[in-house]
């Protein structure tokens, strides 16, 4: 191990000196009373002086070493490497997420904008190094992350998505799927990919011809349907249910056969909630087929030094928790 060990950022080396010395002349200031031996007579000095529990002992060497470990932690000592593959999927998708006012309905408990926010879980799981972007609509579209590797704040993001931050009622497709292209345009990798969830549509023929663009751009549509055939009563958005003219609750119902021709017109696959595995498997194939070769060469490694400062850590803790005693500093 010993033989492997050198240091990552070898230049924050060149502060031991000067913070050893700086820790000397602290040592040495302590030891001294100052200027006031030359103001005050010595016997009144000696007497006014506070008898404090910890005078005569001196902590530099304790700081010493506190900044010894702190310096060498900066410094990165490593002595061990990490092995990974060398290839990352040059995938984007873009998720668009319906808020509707139906999107609160329960015929999928708790509801289908929370069984669609767990799908975006499950999809956001699966992106592994695939650029990832979200986009949330309803009376029109509006983009809430831009294409990211950080997974992460977009997993965050989507959990406070919800039909009552939309600012119109609808469920137009054909915005969110012009948002999510000027996304991908930006992405030179050949796999990109749009995935809408939503339970309809209220623009089937703008939202055809919209996926049928994004199909010629080289961008596949895929949809997931949030919802069942039977469907529960639709909620007016204002805490009750919309009803028609004769006074009696309307039902919605997932739009099953419009948003499968939207997926077909995107060169898409559309799928169900229970079907988002094989959803998910149809995207990393697509990913795979899209770089040829350079997929037939899993074995392709890469090494990285592992930064092993982080070790030094307890001990730097442990002289931070000795030099906070009363009367050492």
């Known amino acids: 191990m010993l033989i492997h060990l050198h240091f990552l950022h070898p230049l924050w080396l060149l502060a031991l000196p000067a913070l050893l010395a700086f820790a000397v ?59 990974t593959p060398a290839y990352r999927l040059p995938a984007a998708w873009v998720l668009a997420l319906e808020l509707s006012p139906s999107m609160n309905a329960t015929d999928v408990p708790p509801s289908r904008v929370a069984r669609a926010r767990f799908a975006i879980d499950d999809l ?11 986009v949330a609509f309803a009376g029109n579209a509006y983009t809430v992350t831009p294409l990211t590797a950080d997974v992460a704040t977009v997993h965050n993001l989507s959990r406070a998505l919800s039909p009552g931050l939309m600012p119109e009622h609808g469920s137009r497709v ?7 292209a000027r996304l991908l345009r930006s992405w030179h990798g050949r796999d990109r990919q749009v995935i809408v969830l939503a339970d309809g549509l209220s623009d089937p023929a703008r939202a055809l011809i919209a996926a049928e663009r994004l199909h010629r751009e080289g961008i596949r549509v895929n949809v997931v349907g949030v919802g069942t055939a039977a469907g529960a009563p639709e909620p007016d958005g204002r805490g009750g249910f919309r009803r028609n003219a ?4 309307e039902m919605t119902r997932l739009q099953a056969g419009i948003l499968r021709r939207i997926a077909a017109a995107g060169g898409g696959s559309f799928v169900q909630l229970d079907q988002l595995p094989q959803l998910i498997a ?21 090494a990285s030094w592992l930064d092993g400062g982080i070790w030094l850590l307890p001990a730097l803790l442990l002289c931070a928790l000795l030099l906070s005693r009363r009367g050492w500093i």
């Open 124 to 134: 956001l799981s699966a992106a592994h190094d695939a650029r990832v972007g979200l």
């Open 25 to 83: 002349w602290l040592a040495r200031r302590r030891a001294r009373d100052g200027a006031w031996p030359r103001v005050m007579d010595g016997e009144l000095l000696s007497v006014l002086r506070l008898d404090e529990p910890g005078r005569g002992r001196s902590p530099w060497p304790l700081l010493a070493a506190a900044w010894t470990l702190a310096v060498l932690a900066l410094a990165g000592p490593s002595w061990q490497r990490q092995v």
């Open 174 to 180: 054909a915005p969110a799927l012009r948002t999510a």
């Open 246 to 249: 004769r006074g009696q609750i």
């Open 282 to 302: 149809d995207l990393h194939a697509e990913g795979l087929s899209s770089v040829g070769p350079a997929a037939a060469a899993p074995h392709v490694r890469l």
